[in-house]
């Protein structure tokens, strides 16, 4: 009875593993759940707003984020500890994917980025329920470190503008970016903002030195809230275009109107334009139609180009300028500077600011269930993201569940965490929200200030609504140059210089991977994309040049009665057996190399009698690898000498006996150890040898050069000797 009934159990825990939960629940369990997510949560509301605003939306869509995906991934996933939301990486990954389709915090971002979130979350739902989460090894180690130093170096360095308060377009090149706003710093920094910057960042890195159980972030977003509100310093003046005294004001205004207006009106056509090229490919095939209305694609992309850079040139302009009020004589001598963001201005409505920026305005109410709008050719062009946003998202969040794991004894399970993070992602498309992953931050709240399980993320959740419903206004004087101090501060944790240094010591090639991803990916910037897969094909490429070249070694016998590599370790190599060790597999990559190097030390021991091969390393044999096996046993024995094998596992030995190669060499000449073969062929292959000692039989040590530091230390001992 007791069985039958555990059965479905397991199966629903499979299913649904929050019921897994209530097994053990208590009050106190409760409690420490409860804390857990009000500490998590008060560190989630600024965090997300922050992470929002590197993602190029508005900060309130961070909150949007941070409601359902939290409950979501920890409902669904297999980590009790781990806390879901908006995250610095897949932040700076989403503003990569968008910025070529639309401007950052435009209409159409926002729906970019629900959509990326839908296909992001449909990605990895389908690779924990295919049961694939080991695709993620394509990402080696290097890579991902080289990555992540070059993303912590970008995502600090983006917030620059907020942090200096001043306005400048992203460049081509990440590089003229930062450029860009050094000279705009020095032109006109805006001291107010910069010393909130300032103030900011000295109060969280005084509370984690002196008091690391305070909740810095959540001190210095109330300290610094307040000191906005109560100072004045948003200070912004609304305006029309006709009170701006200056003719060339007025004009540029109308340039840099004209110009987006154009942008809108060709990229309409654009869309309407690809929908006919697609038609005359499916009703024409190649046709002078089809190369026409190209042609006339090609010409409206040129069109959008121009007037791109020509509302860049005036959107510069107008950020340049300084006004002054020159209608009442109030001594009033501030500097006023116009508000320009990404879209148009209204003319009748234009904002002069005198202060800083600030949130603002955050929709009270909880986001509304809004499905993303499916465009085949926007969804087909942002796949190649959306495999990278996948796959490095579920790393960092499944990284972080193991070393929690680690500490409470949890057993994971990578394809259930898929799952829950799958299911997160394309739960918070439908409310607002963008890819989230992972937070190694939070998390560790989460778990230091008790948590025990999930149902401490959905408290958080649950705390990030109660505030969107009844306590956004408190938000609205939070400076954006403390949600970039807080960025800054939380991706110094992404820095691993040391990664560098441990990746060059493990394996040169490591190491070579670990720099160029951090090099290519800073040189690509913003097209982050072309630094992680450059990463990826080196790494496979030094994989495949390791694979086809592998290592052979012709053994000897050493002090400790181990058979090692005698060229390393400065042995003498017996002159009548050869005893060569393959560490490598059989298989049609490396076969070549391993008959060549295996012939070419043959042919250069010219008292030879035998051949023996190690094959301890060869875990696999495919039909090349055992085609070559049988030339080098028939060419050996040709050439008059004896042969044999050992080490070989079972499956490999399977394969032998199914092709008949074991018969072809021999029962008798296949031994499961280097130990118990020389025992059997070395007495008959040395019946007239001179050698004595056999280097097979003990160690025996031939001449090396010695360092003078080495030279010095045996005179010292020889002095030492000879004086008693």
Known sequence: MATTQAQPNGALVRFFPFLGWVRGYSPARLRSDLVAGATVGLVLIPQSMAYAQLAGLP????LFAAFLPPMVASLFGSSQQLATGPVAMVSLMTATALEPYATAGSEGYIAYALLLAFMVGVFQLLLGTLKLGMIVNFLSHPVVNGFTNAAAFIIASSQLPQIFGVQVDNAEHYYQTIVNVVKAAWACTHWPTFGL????????????????????VLVVVVLTTILSWAAGFEDNLATTVERLDSARTRQVVADYNGALDEVDRLSAERVGLSARIQEAKKTHGPSARLMTLRHELDLLNLG?????ESSAASRALLREMRFERIEEPSGDRRTWRLKVGNSALKEDSLTLMAGGAVVGRIPEGLPRLKAPKFDLNIMLSLFPMVVIISMLGFMEAISIAKSMAARTGQRLDPDQELIGQGLANMAGSVTQGYPVSGSFSRSAVNLSAGGVTGLSNVFSAVLVAVVMLFFTPLLYHLPQAVLASIIMMAVIGLLNIRGFLHAWHAQKHDGVITLVT??????????????????????LGFYLLR???PDIAILSKYTDGAYRNAERLGLAQCRRIAVIRCNSSLFFA??????????????GMPDLKHVHIVGNGINELDATGEDMLSSIVARIREAGYGISISGLNESVLDVMRRTGLHDRIGEEHIFRSVASALENIHARNHADSDEDPC???????????????AMRKIEGIERRKEAG
């Open 518 to 539: 951090f090099a290519a990916t800073l040189v690509f910037a913003p097209h982050l994309d072309r630094g992680i897969s450059l990463g990826v094909i080196l790494s």
């Open 695 to 709: 280097p097979l039989a003990q160690p025996v040590f031939k001449g090396l050069p010695v360092s003078a530091g």
């Open 197 to 216: 910057a300032a103030l900011s960042f000295a109060i969280m890195a005084g509370l984690k030195r002196f008091r690391p159980r305070v909740p810095n």
């Open 590 to 603: 490396s076969v070549n190399y391993l008959e060549d190097a295996i012939l070419e030390r043959v042919a």
């Open 59 to 62: 900060p309130y869509y961070g």
């Open 304 to 308: 959008i180009k121009e007037h791109k």
């Open 547 to 549: 694979t086809t070249k």
